[in-house]
Each structure stands twice: as C-alpha cells, then as structure tokens.
C-alpha cells in the first residue's frame, strides 16, 4: 500500500499536478461565448436566458434554458496540462444519449487556424475532477471548452501549471448566429457537447452561434418570438417543426416573424423543415404528419414571400442528414454523424443561397 501511494505522488510530481504546482481560475474570468446576454443579466453566468424571460415563458422553457446548451468557454494558456473541477446542477441521465454530452466537458484547441478536438472530461456525478490533457508543450494555445448540452452548470474552475498564464479569449466582433429549436437543436443526441450542431457551424465558420434548443418545447410562442427578437443577430434560425402541430406552424410562424420583423427588419430569418424520422418509411400515419406540417410551414413561406418579406429563406429537410438512414439514435434524434451531416450541408445550402461566405 506504501509503495502504491508513493508511486502516485511521484507521477503527480512529474506531471506537474502536484498541489503547489497547480491553481484554479473561475471560469467566469474567462471569454464566456455562445450566450446572447451578458452576465448581469442572468441568474447564473451559464444560463441560456435573461433572468426576466422566467416571468416569460413556460416553466418546462425556463428549466430548460438552464441547461448550458452551446455555451463555451476561450481562453488562452502556455500551461503543460489542464485540469478541470465543475459541478453540474441536477446530475441528469438520459437512456439515449451519452453521459459525456449530457453533463460532460469538450475542450478544443485551436491548430493552423483550426478548432481541433483534443479530449473530453467525463462526470463522475454532480461534483467532477478531471486532468483534461497533460504533458504538453509550454507554448501559448488557444483552448476552447464546450459546456454540457443536457445539463446546468453551478461552478467551473480551470486548473492550470501555477507558473503558467492564462487568459480571456479574443471577443467575435460579428453578430451572432441564432438557433431557436427542439431536442435536436439543443444536441440531442451527441456524444459529446462539441458534436451538437450548432456548435459543429460555430467551428467551421469561426462565429458566435447561440443555441437556444428546448427539447420538446420548441412551440415559438410569443413571449420566446420577442425574446428571439431581442437579440442582434446576424442570422435566426428557426429550426423548431418537430416540436409544432400544425395549426402551431399556421399561428405561430407568421405572428413570431412578424415579431422579430418589427425590431429587426431585415436580419435573415432561415426556416427548416422537419427531417422524415426514420419510421416513417414504413410507419403511413406519421409519414403524412412529417409531411403535412412541412406543407404548412412552406405555405406559411410562400404567404410570406406573396407578401413582399424579404430575407426569408426555407431549407429542405431533404438529405439533410444523408440519404443512407444512419444518421440518428433512435430514429428521431441524431448521433455525431447526423450532426456532422446537417452542419455541413447547413453551410454548404446556405452558401449556395448567398447567406454566409
């Protein structure tokens, strides 16, 4: 038993992990991203939403908007390993999705000018350590750390080499990307949180992409409309059709553009249809509802096109995720290879369309 112990301490020495060697810096010191509102006006730094929203929205939209969602945290170091402490807020557990993408941490790093994946910090319950990556150079990096997708964050703190430096990551100038949604939207159901899509668009155009996906609730209300209209954003999309019926497509898409149209006129609105789950190729009844409320929500564009709003575009579901039916979990929701599917062909069709460079 001596020698065990004795031989873990020379290994925490030679790492550099020993207690003298390391200290913590509070993630809200940090380039807190992915959020479209500051700290002071949240509740918690790592909410999805203003603390005024609450008195809003439904409480299943509040509960969730506690969630950390696609918030991310940058940040630089010339430290030789990083070591995370975090505490979750519910210790949340789904049988679909992965425990690394519900409350785990995705970290980064920034090489030749792109975001490459480096490892991810597994919870081991509500309270969580974890030495991230070790026994790297000591040269300057730029790290990005992606929060959990499913659950809330009460506390995060850094552990760095105590002689190393670390500090706040470079501010987007642009306006951000907004993504208003469903389960999917908010990442269900990634493996790990760098995989939901939104986040998987932010690295590859180099942009602030919002994710404000709330599984199962994504019914574009009037009072999340004026939340959504509230934000600067360069682009909104509205990617909530699994969530609507669709006498909810009929009444709530038009009012809710009209919303966000009065305060911002002409910030590009994308609306998405609904992917066909993959039942559907075989179950008739819920083929025709993917198919019907896809028709609502194109009649709803074309009212809007026969209307003279501009800006406006409609995105087909169509090989959104591929054409081979090996892009979700569950049918439903998306695994790592869906996620990547849709970012892509996101980027690519709005490109096409002359949206984004």
Request: charged share 25%; aromatic share 10%; glycine share 8%.
């Amino acid at each position: 038993m001596k020698i065990r112990v004795f031989t873990i301490l020379i290994l925490m020495i030679v790492s550099g992990l020993a207690e003298d060697k390391l200290r913590y810096t509070n993630a809200t010191e940090l380039r807190i991203q992915g959020t479209a509102f500051s700290v002071a006006e949240k509740e918690n730094p790592f909410h999805r939403l203003p603390r005024y929203a609450q008195e809003l929205v439904r409480r299943e939209v509040w509960d969730l908007s506690t969630n950390s969602a696609g918030i991310f945290i940058d940040f630089y170091t010339n430290s030789s390993f990083l070591k995370l402490k975090w505490e979750v807020t519910k210790n949340f557990t789904m049988e679909h999705m992965a425990g690394t993408g519900i409350r785990g941490l995705d970290l980064y790093c920034k090489n030749k000018g792109k975001w490459q994946y480096v490892a991810t910090a597994k919870s081991a319950g509500k309270v969580s350590e974890k030495v991230i990556i070790e026994n790297m150079s000591g040269t300057m990096k730029e790290f990005r750390l992606y929060l959990p997708l499913y659950d809330g964050i009460e506390s995060l703190e850094i552990g760095i080499h105590a002689d190393a430096q670390i500090e706040k990551g470079q501010a987007y100038s642009e306006k951000p990307l907004v993504f208003y949604g469903t389960s999917i939207t908010q990442g269900g159901c990634a493996s790990r949180p760098g995989m939901a899509y939104p986040n998987i668009i932010s690295r590859k155009l180099d942009k602030n992409c919002i994710n404000l996906g709330f599984s199962g609730n994504g019914w574009l209300q009037e009072p999340m409309a004026r939340i959504l209209a509230g934000i600067e954003a360069d682009m909104i999309v509205l990617d909530c059709l699994p969530n609507m019926t669709i006498k909810m497509v009929h009444e709530n898409i038009p009012k809710a553009i009209d919303i966000i149209r009065q305060k911002q006129p002409q910030v590009p609105i994308v609306l998405v249809e609904n992917i066909n789950y993959e039942t559907n190729y075989f179950n008739f009844l819920q083929y025709q509802d993917i198919y019907d409320k896809n028709g609502a929500l194109r009649y709803e564009f074309n009212q809007l096109m026969e209307n003279n709003y501009r800006n406006i575009y409609l995105l087909s579901a169509k090989g959104l995720i591929g054409l081979d039916h090996e892009g979700t979990v569950d049918g439903v929701h998306l695994t790592d290879l869906g996620f990547l599917r849709f970012a892509e062909n996101f980027i690519a069709r709005l490109k096409k369309q002359g949206l984004i460079k």
